[in-house]
């Protein structure tokens, strides 16, 4: 592999999001193998001051232009690539999100350079090559990559957003890239927030279809508040509307991780898995041996959930 390492960050609202930590941390593991330098693109205007978060790489390019203020995919695709033109690195590591999706193939394309999307894991021991995840987990492909540099588009999860968290006095080096013109941001339309954020949890207690009815969820909303958590849902329970959009997990939903996930009668589609499979602690409770919950959880009790809460809630009471 030529060149070095380059992690476009992602932020929004003057914070890095966890997928940008999480691409340090994968950068890191893949320094340690090829020996090159991880650096960092950091695109926006005023954001010099946010330097300092990204003590995980070894050098933050730093890009700044009143009109990259907003995000905007022709805008900021342009500068990424106009930026891995010029210091030519090795990998090119993009999040897979909602705005990385909008630039890799636009990076790629302008930079003449083959693009991996999907990647749960990439591996520079000997050549470049990846591990993707395709039709929401259904298929695992590995890819290699003809040639020694590339851009990655990385799933969520692919790295602990822990280990790249680190503050410190990286080298900055402000560069200068042409800003094309062409696409205006003209405004944000936050969602209406819910009643509880599922997202920051601890504890989540997710109930999925073998909850049955909706008046059955009060009895786990109570067990929930006894452990100091919330309910979330499987989408199944969420499209009879028995719980709110913002109580779902999975693909179509939110992305949680919690230190303890206990799953409630939940079957654990991949899409569903999509979203909660790098919680701390996943215990799943379902009547059915053959459950894919139970492929994914650290703990699992073949049994019926409506034995499993008043049992616990009893407990609770009485300790």
């Known amino acids: 592999m030529s060149g070095a390492i380059l992690v476009v960050t992602e932020h929004l609202g003057g914070q890095f999001t966890d997928a940008t930590f999480e691409l340090l941390a994968l950068a890191n593991g893949l320094a340690t193998s090829t020996g090159a330098e991880v650096e960092a693109a950091l695109v926006g205007a005023d954001v010099a001051g946010m330097t300092t978060q990204l003590g995980a790489a070894g050098r933050v390019l730093l890009i700044e232009d009143p009109a990259l203020e907003s995000f905007n995919p022709h805008g900021h695709a342009c500068v990424v690539a106009g930026l891995v033109a010029d210091r030519e690195p090795g990998i090119v590591l993009v999040p897979y999100t909602s705005t990385g999706m909008d630039m890799a193939s636009h990076i790629a394309s302008r930079s003449d350079l083959p693009l991996v999307s999907y990647c749960q894991s990439i591996d520079a021991s000997a050549g470049l090559a990846a591990t993707c995840q395709l039709y929401a987990g259904k298929i695992e492909a590995d890819v290699s990559v003809d040639g020694d ?137 379902n009547t059915d041996p053959q459950a894919p919950i139970f492929g994914v959880a650290h703990h699992g009790w073949v049994g019926d959930l409506f034995d499993l809460v008043p049992e616990l809630a009893d407990l609770l009471e009485g300790s």
């Open 149 to 285: 540099r590339a851009v990655f588009a990385v799933l969520s999860g692919a790295a602990a957003a822990a280990d790249g968290r680190r503050d410190g006095s990286p080298t900055v080096e402000s560069v200068t890239v042409e800003v094309p013109g062409g696409t205006s941001f003209t405004g944000q339309v936050e969602p209406e927030a819910g009643d509880v954020d599922i997202t920051v949890q601890d504890v989540l207690l997710v109930v999925g279809r073998g909850i049955e009815s909706e008046d059955n969820i009060e009895e786990v909303a109570e067990l929930a508040e006894a452990l100091g958590g919330a309910v979330a849902a499987s989408r199944p329970v969420v499209d009879q509307g028995w719980l709110p959009k913002t109580r779902q997990v999975g693909k179509s939903g939110l992305t949680v991780k919690p230190k303890v996930y206990l799953a409630l009668g939940v079957s654990g589609a991949p899409e569903h898995v999509e979203g909660m499979r790098d919680s701390s602690t996943i215990i799943a409770v």
